[in-house]
């Protein structure tokens, strides 16, 4: 009698899962043997090395708060599958997968913090959030930007994107916290449309939708999609990074798409101002020197710089002021943890930590891509799939290189996690023949199992 084998795939996938979690061990062991991972303050509890800052594991779980993600996941296994299975238009069932998505994180939130604080903690922890600051947006808010008395902590070491985007919200009539959470936490559902037009045109139709399922339920989309703004300039990051896609293909509007969303993202975070980096590896990966896509490329240079120039004319905005201001206030130990913690950590546990939060399946497979996509361009095989592979890495990985401590590196380099999905899915499609099997039957209900945990058991800040 034959023993039962399991499918390559799952063989593959379960050896890429066990070195990863390995890695991350080691690591966190490294970490505490060395005092690398230590800093000062009650945020710091080692979160240099593995995710999600993690307080304590004495949270009360109650039961029906964990059914409620439990059946909201259900719901999406159903939406996912039809995703996989629809032939011809999708748009149907990629906004059943996006709103299953939303009502997946909606439900963690509940099962994090209660149906009473779900959709109004984030907003209203006094003296950090940007949804307390919205109200100081007056006339003469720009020109002295960040020196506005009463600003908090956030907006003090954050350019006034998302300050402006919520006193935008309050101005439709949104005043109510949990109205406004509800809304902004649309955003990372809403990321899902740019991220398949982007993922469709650089590796094909099978990695677009395995990128779309893999972004709205790795496990960092379902952490913060309610519990950090950061959402909205993941938002803005990847509509830019479709426009590049549109660029590529020699469309004209791709760089409208370009200039306004990368405009878009920097105002929200200046951490967007290394986005290019990922833009210039695809660049080289499709590069011909044909006129429309120069033409494209200069018209989203021009309307990222008269998106400044217009405030720097219309609303006496300085851009080059702010961010040295903001620095500033991130460099005070008074205002920023980050200072305080170690610059040598930071260079192994900020990417660990970012790609660890995606989940495990999902991180261990875009470990092994960036490693493979590494390796055949050093070997000059399959450049341009590589150079695509590795536009998803190179963002954080120099900011990580560079030394710049972040203790929250899950949720402020969301921005990053879709061209990190989109290689790993390409990778996946390219090199490891994985298919939406590997999907739907590991790393989804891996991924909801995880984040379902983390909400129940562990009492996070975020």
């Known amino acids: 009698m034959k023993a039962a084998r399991l499918p390559p795939w799952l063989g593959a996938a379960l050896d890429e899962m066990a070195l990863f979690a390995l890695v991350l061990f ?8 060395t005092d690398w991972d230590q800093t000062h303050g009650y945020l710091a509890l080692r979160t240099n090395y593995w995710p999600f800052y993690v307080l304590d594991m004495e949270k009360p779980v109650w039961t029906l708060r964990l059914l409620l993600p439990v059946a909201a996941f259900a719901v999406a296994c159903v939406t996912v599958r039809a995703w996989f299975r629809t032939k011809g238009s999708t748009r149907a069932a990629l906004v059943a997968v996006a709103v299953s998505a939303w009502l997946f994180h909606c439900a963690l939130a509940i099962a994090h913090l209660g149906l009473a604080n779900a959709f109004t903690d984030t907003f209203t922890r006094t003296g950090l959030e940007y949804w307390l600051d919205a109200p100081l947006v007056k006339h003469g808010f720009l020109a002295h930007y960040p020196e506005i008395p009463g600003l908090g902590v956030h907006s003090m070491t954050h350019p006034p994107g998302l300050a402006l985007l919520l006193a935008g919200v ?25 991220l398949y037009g982007a993922a469709r045109r650089l590796g094909g139709e099978t990695a677009a939708r395995m990128a779309v399922a893999l972004f709205l339920f790795a496990c960092s989309i379902n952490a913060f999609a309610v519990l950090a ?32 969303g990368l405009f878009a993202a920097s105002l929200c975070n200046f951490i967007a101002l290394v986005l290019p980096l990922t833009f210039l590896f695809l660049l080289a990966a ?14 989203a240079v021009g309307l990222f710089f008269a998106g400044y120039a217009l405030l720097r004319i219309g609303f006496r905005y300085h851009p080059v002021d702010a961010f040295r201001k903001c620095y500033a206030n991130y460099k005070n130990p008074n205002l920023s943890m980050d200072v305080l913690r170690s610059k040598k950590g930071s260079k192994i546990g900020s990417p660990l930590e970012f790609v660890g939060a995606l989940g495990l399946p999902l991180g261990a497979l875009a470990f092994r891509s960036i490693g493979g996509g590494l390796v055949r361009l050093l070997r000059r095989q ?46 996946a ?18 991924l909801a199992a995880q984040s379902i945990l983390v909400e129940i058991y562990l009492s996070t800040y975020w």
């Not at 080691?26 to 043997?33: D, I, L, S």
């Not at 399959?382 to 972040?406: E, F, M, T």
């Not at 499609?429 to 891996?446: A, G, I």
Request: charged share 15%; glycine share 10%.
């Open 229 to 260: 703004m950061d959402t909205a300039t993941m938002l803005f990051a990847t509509t830019a990074l479709y426009g590049l896609a549109r660029v590529l293909d020699g469309e004209l509007a791709g760089g409208v798409f370009l200039g306004v």
């Open 170 to 194: 309050q101005a439709i009539g949104v005043r109510n916290p949990a109205a406004g959470e509800l809304l902004c936490s649309t955003f990372a559902a809403l990321t899902a449309f740019p």
């Open 26 to 33: 080691a690591a966190t062991r490294v970490g505490h043997a």
């Open 429 to 446: 499609t390219k090199w490891y023949s994985r298919d939406d099997r590997w999907v739907r039957w590991l790393v989804l209900p891996c």
């Open 286 to 299: 499709r590069w011909r020197g044909e006129r429309p896509v120069v033409r494209a490329l200069v018209l």
């Open 382 to 427: 399959d450049v341009v799939v590589a150079l695509i592979v590795l536009s998803g890495a190179a963002p954080w990985v120099l900011g990580a290189a560079l030394g710049r401590p972040r203790g929250e590196v899950e949720h402020s380099y969301l921005l990053f996690v879709p061209m990190l999905v989109i290689a790993t899915s390409i990778a």
